[in-house]
């Protein structure tokens, strides 16, 4: 099987710190770094904009996996694209017009992904697979780092597994929230390529990142 992805969201790093640490998990062999936008109204809690996304860029060459959990979505995906996101992945709950927002996405030029809550069904894809380049599936409710993950979502991420494969094209089932060494196993099996992680990739700080990306790619 093709190495797992590992995304490690800065949502668990030292704020402060944000080039550093960037740095510091991309050399300790992370593939994408993830990127979680909050604004206090889709979520109950407030991070970062695009502003940071740039200021961070220049740091390190993986790819950013932006996150938005903000609404209304559409009039911010200019500006992270501009940020330097390589994927900009929206909640369909944040705005009118999911096909419309993934198709703009494409047009300023980064991948767009679909992001699932756990109460999201996989349905509201269906009849657009061809617009989707990445699928993230919550397996906790969004807003915080370091939550329980939900083994109730182990089937949507099968029924996904099922819908892209269906479609011949290799397109990225990442899993968001409460990922760990334990759970990580769980999310491959049920047919995940990529995973993110805050928690259990930033405990420990600097000197632990390289072993605990290993310990979730199972290696
Ligand atoms: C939560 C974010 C997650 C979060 C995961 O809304 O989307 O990316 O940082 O954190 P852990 O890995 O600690 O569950
Ligand atoms: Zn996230």
Redesign the pocket.
């Known amino acids: 099987a093709p190495k797992t992805i590992i995304a490690p969201?800065?949502?668990?790093a030292d704020f402060a710190k944000l080039g550093e640490e960037a740095r510091a998990v991309e050399a300790a062999g992370a593939d994408w770094l993830?990127v979680?936008v909050?604004d206090g109204h889709f979520?109950p809690?407030i991070t970062l904009g695009p502003d940071i996304v740039k200021a961070l860029r220049p740091h390190v060459a993986i790819p950013f996996d932006v996150?938005l959990?903000i609404a209304p979505v559409d009039p911010f995906l200019e500006a992270f694209v501009a940020a330097g996101a390589n994927i900009v992945s929206v909640h369909p709950e944040s705005g009118p017009h999911l096909n419309r927002t993934l198709k703009r996405i494409r047009e300023l030029g980064a991948k767009a992904g679909v992001?699932f809550n756990p109460s999201t069904s996989p349905s509201v894809i269906e009849y657009m697979m061809d617009e989707v380049d990445l699928v993230l599936v919550?397996?906790?409710?969004?807003?915080?780092?370091?939550?329980s993950?939900m083994t109730s979502q182990l089937k949507k991420i099968e029924t996904l597994r099922r819908m892209i494969d269906a479609t011949g094209r290799d397109i990225p089932l990442e899993v968001?929230?409460?990922?760990?060494p334990q759970t990580a196993p769980l999310c491959i099996a049920a047919g995940a390529t990529a995973l993110?992680?805050?928690?259990?990739?930033?405990k420990g700080g600097p000197g632990a990142y390289a072993d605990n990306i290993r310990a979730l790619r199972g290696s």
Do not use: K, R, Y
């Open positions: 969201s800065i949502l668990a993830h979680d909050m979520v809690n996150h959990m992001v919550m397996s906790i409710n969004p807003g915080f780092g370091g939550q993950f968001d929230g409460g990922v760990t993110v992680a805050g928690t259990a990739v930033f």
